[in-house]
């Protein structure tokens, strides 16, 4: 079964600096999607980025970019000048086409102005 | 366009109580999925429904919990006797299928959250 490892259960980042957010998964599969989603205390999960294991150029999303390194099985999430309104859970998730989302534990980002 | 819904937002029942719990997909969302996150933990997959057929299940815990999905629009989790152990937050997810569009994600509802006393 696929499994998503987040090893890092909180993190803290001053506002305006960069703050990096890991991820490891496992599978056997080729070609699947990564998603970065975040849920802030309103809980609603929004999706931050993605990337499809086939592309092999980093997702980039504004202040928002990924460490895809798919020989490792690693997925990690670059925050650059971060804002307060960063702080929230992150989540990494692993998907294959039409199959459930698989989530990591989550990451608890605080950032301190 | 209306995102994900779920209803209610908050349910507060007594062990051995049923609650049922609603989700209306974004219009046109082929997949419909639930998860769980009980306080602290995971979040856990708990099904999918393709339109109205049940695609996978093979994340609901037990016989208690009975999922619905009429017609291929909205959705119902039904719990039935709630005990403890059921409390956390309940999430409803949509995803169009892949000749209709839609790039891999999951859109989430705010999720509702339910308590056992």
């Known amino acids: 079964a696929q499994t998503v490892t987040q090893s890092q259960p909180e993190m803290s980042v001053q506002e305006a600096e960069t703050v990096t957010l890991s991820c490891t998964y496992d599978?056997?599969?080729?070609?699947?999607?990564l998603f970065w989603y975040k849920q802030p205390p309103s809980r609603q999960m929004i999706l931050v980025i993605r990337?499809?294991?086939?592309?092999?150029q980093n997702a980039t999303e504004n202040r928002f970019s990924v460490n895809f390194q798919k020989a490792a099985k690693s997925f990690s999430l670059k925050i650059s000048d971060s804002q307060l309104g960063d702080a929230a859970m992150y989540f990494c998730?692993?998907?294959?086409?039409?199959?459930?989302?698989?989530f990591g534990a989550g990451t608890i980002l605080r950032v301190k102005s | 366009e209306a995102g994900v819904t779920q209803f209610p937002s908050h349910s507060v029942i007594e062990k051995g109580q049923t609650v049922t719990l609603r989700c209306d997909p974004i219009s046109g969302h082929d997949n419909l999925y639930w998860y769980r996150r009980v306080m602290g933990k995971e979040i856990k997959f708990l099904l999918h429904f393709v339109k109205e057929s049940k695609q996978d299940e093979s994340g609901m815990p037990n016989n208690r919990f009975l999922a619905e999905r009429t017609g291929g629009t909205y959705s119902t989790l039904k719990v039935q006797p709630a005990e403890l152990e059921d409390s956390g937050v309940y999430f409803c997810a949509s995803s169009p299928s892949r000749p209709s569009g839609g790039r891999g994600e999951l859109f989430f509802g705010e999720g509702s959250r339910l308590t056992v006393l």
């Open positions: 998730a692993y998907r294959e086409y039409g199959n459930k989302l698989v």
């Open positions: 599978t056997s599969e080729s070609d699947y999607y």
């Open positions: 990337q499809e294991a086939y592309k092999q």
